[in-house]
């Protein structure tokens, strides 16, 4: 079902995109601005559309309302994951699984990234565990999609600013087709 499944993705933008989840940028803004930041990057097309669609799981049973307004993790990463795997290869699933665990592992070993994040992913890391402890930094190293994980991770953490206009999300649509199976 590769093809409704980009619809349904669209449809999922088109209503929760103006959500904001306590940032400062709408979620569409955001996702918008970490896709061009891997495009920026010279990042592969898998990894551009994993920045595209990292979060589509805070539009899935309420996840992104459940941080913001109930201070509860709905791991929205994982449930995004699950969905985009059933069309997408791992190139684009792995790191959208991996981000929040590319976030904690960035807060352990980076000095400085912790303080730097934005309000809502300072606070949504206490649910998320805090950053990692020994072995769950050597779980994650060894994570086939570590260093996609981490690419992906600064592109979130960039992909908030006021006033930057970038493409349009119709404008990926040829990409992600593309990377369907
Ligand atoms: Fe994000």
Same mark, same amino acid.
């Given at each position: 079902?590769?093809?409704?499944?980009?619809?349904?993705?669209?449809?999922?933008?088109?209503?929760?995109?103006?959500?904001?989840?306590?940032?400062?940028?709408?979620?569409?803004?955001?996702?918008?601005?970490?896709?061009?930041? %891997?495009? &920026?990057? /010279?990042?592969?097309?898998? *990894?551009?559309? =994993?920045?595209? @669609?990292?979060?589509?799981? +805070?539009?899935?049973?309420?996840?992104?309302?459940?941080?913001?307004?109930?201070?509860?993790?709905?791991?929205?990463?994982?449930?995004?994951?699950?969905?985009?795997?059933?069309?997408?290869?791992?190139?684009?699933?792995?790191?959208?699984?991996?981000?929040?665990?590319?976030?904690?592992?960035?807060? %352990?070993? &980076?000095? /400085?990234?912790?303080?730097? *994040?934005?309000? =809502?992913?300072? @606070?949504?890391?206490?649910? +998320?565990?805090?950053?990692?402890?020994?072995?769950?930094?050597?779980?994650?190293?060894?994570?086939?999609?570590?260093?996609?994980?981490?690419?992906?991770?600064?592109?979130?953490?960039?992909?908030?600013?006021?006033?930057?206009?970038?493409?349009?999300?119709?404008?990926?649509?040829?990409?992600?087709?593309?990377?369907?199976?």
């Amino acid at each position: 079902m590769p093809r409704p499944l980009i619809d349904d993705i669209f449809t999922m933008f088109a209503r929760f995109g103006d959500e904001r989840y306590g940032e400062e940028v709408t979620q569409l803004q955001h996702v918008l601005q970490a896709a061009q930041l %891997a495009r &920026e990057d /010279g990042a592969p097309d898998s *990894l551009i559309a =994993a920045a595209l @669609l990292h979060d589509i799981g +805070q539009f899935m049973d309420g996840a992104g309302l459940a941080a913001d307004e109930h201070n509860f993790d709905a791991r929205h990463e994982i449930v995004g994951a699950a969905l985009l795997a059933r069309a997408f290869p791992r190139e684009v699933s792995e790191p959208v699984r991996l981000h929040v665990t590319a976030k904690r592992y960035l807060c %352990a070993v &980076e000095p /400085g990234y912790q303080a730097a *994040l934005s309000r =809502a992913s300072k @606070l949504s890391l206490e649910l +998320q565990g805090g950053p990692l402890d020994a072995a769950g930094l050597a779980t994650f190293e060894a994570e086939p999609f570590f260093a996609a994980a981490v690419a992906l991770r600064r592109y979130d953490d960039l992909g908030k600013r006021i006033d930057w206009d970038v493409p349009d999300l119709e404008s990926y649509r040829p990409l992600l087709e593309r990377l369907i199976r």
